[in-house]
């Protein structure tokens, strides 16, 4: 038997942590898993992979035709899975899903294993290994723990629960040096990326009416960096950080009449809300959506429209 991992288009910590952990535990039940992910596995977290995980993301939708059954991590919404999605939604055997976002009308599987509750995907494929029996490995315990840290932001966002400490716990347990997880995640950036950063904060513009900040990132930037977009992780995290500020945003430039929006809050602002009156969606403080337009067309009509949905008290949650 084999099985195929895919998660979400531009993977992140908790979607490759959650992969190559589930791919190791599946080998010890004897089941072949193998990545197949619709952009390439990020450089970041290179490391991650070993000689026991299989990445066959190169080989796109034809790699899915070669496996008993799909498992999809950390998505809740179809279309995250970006050129797979056509070719998961027309499987022959509906996808597992396994993920902790917000559930959205258009899920990649219908049998879920969702819990919003979990602070990280790789919460619930924890939750898979010891209902299972398996061994958390050394290796397995540093994928898992790099989508907890990752997807809590050094544990510190309001999704760090006692449960994701108490995860994290065993898995410093089971062989995790949190000293080289921060290393290899938080110190070992490309200095393009600082680069990226610098122009984006050089962009940030403020509306302390509205309790509103927002970065742009303009076509081309990530070129003329050399870095891919993994390196905007955390960008945004600078326009929520300033005092007063209750809804940050990051509007990126595709260059090709379209802009990728990231939305993040502090407690008390829902911004699923507002991801959703554009096509988008997520968690109630971080969440993103694609819009169609120019630049200064879809900053004048989000910031619009969260500026409105602010007022009305629509986002409040
Ligand atoms: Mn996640």
């Known amino acids: 038997m084999t099985v195929a991992l895919s998660t979400h288009i531009n993977a992140d910590g908790d979607g490759c942590g959650s992969q190559c952990a589930l791919a190791r535990l599946l080998g010890q039940m004897g089941v072949r898993a193998v990545i197949v ?9 290179r490391w991650l992979l070993g000689d026991d995980v299989v990445d066959r993301s190169p080989d796109g939708a034809k790699a899915l035709q070669q496996v008993d059954r799909v498992i999809v991590l950390d998505i809740s919404c179809l279309s995250r899975l970006g050129q797979l999605a056509e070719a998961v939604r027309a499987l022959p055997l509906d996808a597992l899903v396994i993920d902790h976002h917000l559930a959205s009308d258009t899920p990649p599987g219908k049998t879920m294993l969702s819990c919003t509750a979990a602070s990280a995907t790789a919460e619930l494929v924890f939750d898979f290994a010891r209902e299972r029996g398996l061994t958390i490995t050394t290796p397995i315990a540093t994928a898992l723990y790099t989508g907890l840290v990752t997807d809590t932001g050094g544990f510190r966002f309001g999704n760090t629960s006692p449960r994701c400490l108490a995860v994290a716990a065993e898995l410093l347990t089971a062989g995790v040096d949190p000293e080289q997880m921060y290393a290899r995640i938080y110190g070992s950036i490309p200095l393009g ?8 904060l050089g962009t940030l513009e403020i509306d302390l009416t509205n309790g509103m900040a927002w970065v ?10 050399g870095v891919s977009s993994e390196d905007l ?13 209750r809804l940050a945003l990051l509007f990126r430039d595709l260059g090709h009449g379209r802009v990728k929006m990231s939305f993040r809050s502090v407690a008390g602002v829902n911004v699923n809300t507002l991801a959703r009156a554009f096509g988008g969606g ?36």
């Open 216 to 225: 742009t990132i303009v076509a081309g930037a990530l070129e003329r960096h």
């Open 37 to 45: 992910n619709p952009t390439p596995w990020p450089e970041q977290f």
């Open 282 to 317: 997520g968690h109630a403080r971080a969440s993103g959506a694609l819009i169609v337009g120019s630049l200064v067309e879809v900053e004048a009509r989000v910031l619009g429209e969260a500026r409105c949905l602010l007022q009305s008290g629509a986002l409040a949650d």
């Open 233 to 245: 992780d955390g960008v945004v995290e600078y326009p929520r950080s300033v005092a007063g500020v």
């Open 193 to 200: 990326r600082l680069r990226l950063l610098r122009d984006a």
